[in-house]
């Protein structure tokens, strides 16, 4: 696999950007040295994008990696986008974290940099879906754009080229967009053809903010604090299914064709080197039609998977609160 292959995106900085990416959130079931070594491997078979973030609990060993294969000739640093996230806790001190991030990961400058959540409520690493901090409060534009300021200063120094938000929605943007110095170049969601999100997909793309799509596959291995009897599958959707079939491929590889055709640009996750290794190829076969396309868009699932439930604040009726 070769990186001329692999689709790209243009950011509203000028950069380019891989058209997939390999997530590296699996510390729930994963060992830091297991995810650093896909990483090390999925680079190596043409990943260019690492979708890094310091609550992840890898980035030491990520750092490694990245370090290995830039002394082994395998690519240079600026054929990679290393990208990280600021934690809840860290959103008064974010030139602390991104420092930290830096060492860790062995770099200079970071492609992108996020906001990992649009508020500060913290959680303890493992706790149960049940569990609330006290401290937990509302979104807050105010304490938002705060944190930003700090990740525009970032920008400003060079440790960082474009910034990121995660995890937001559509009255979130507009309540802070137009006090933003530094426009945000990128922005996480969670997106899949269970969970299309057009209206944010729409607002972000009229703002010139590429999405980019965590949990593309349905995230059958997202930790059990996050699973509810109500979620579908994507990849367990009669017409994924059906679609998969015509193709000859997995319904992993339908599901990410759907994310990229959509405009987004999807971060998989996986260890295992036949499964990473597939979901690069996906996206240089064979596209899906508008036909198949349509019919994706047109089916009325509409399930959040990661519903943050552990971020609601005392007082607060349902995880839908946090997505208001």
Known sequence: ??????????????????????????????????????????????YRLIDCAEVYGNEREIGESIKRLLDEG???????????????????????????TLAALGLDY????????????????????????????????????STYRQCEELCYEGKIRAIG???????????????LR???????????????QPQLRAWCAEHGIQAVGFCPLGSPSRPERDKTSEDIAAMEMPHIRAIAERHGIHPAGVCLKWSSQSGAVPIPFSVKEPQY???????????????????????????????????????????QELWK
């Open 182 to 196: 530094i426009k945000p170049a990128l922005i996480e969601m969670e997106l899949h053809p269970a969970f299309r």
């Open 277 to 319: 290794r597939a979901n690069l190829a996906y996206l240089t076969g064979d596209p899906l039609t508008e036909e198949e396309m349509k019919e994706i868009d047109s089916s009325s699932a509409d399930c959040r998977l990661i519903k943050g439930q552990v971020f609601l604040w005392e007082g607060a009726e349902d995880w």
């Open 165 to 179: 938000v995660s995890n937001m929605t559509v009255s979130k943007l507009e309540a802070v967009y137009p006090q």
């Open 110 to 145: 970071l492609d992108a940099y996020y906001t990992h959540w649009p508020f500060p409520n913290y959680h303890a690493p493992g706790c149960d879906g049940d569990s609330r901090n006290p401290d937990s409060k509302p979104f807050s534009a105010d304490e938002f754009v």
């Open 1 to 46: 696999m070769t990186e001329k292959k692999v689709p790209a995106v243009l950011l509203n900085n000028g950069a380019r950007m891989p058209g997939i990416g390999l997530g590296t959130f699996g510390s729930d079931k994963y060992s830091p040295d297991a995810i650093a070594a896909a990483v090390y491997g999925a680079v190596k078979d043409g």
């Open 74 to 100: 395998v690519v240079k640093r600026e054929e990679l986008f290393v990208v990280s996230k600021v934690w809840n806790n860290h959103h008064k001190a974010v030139k602390e974290a991104c420092e930290n």
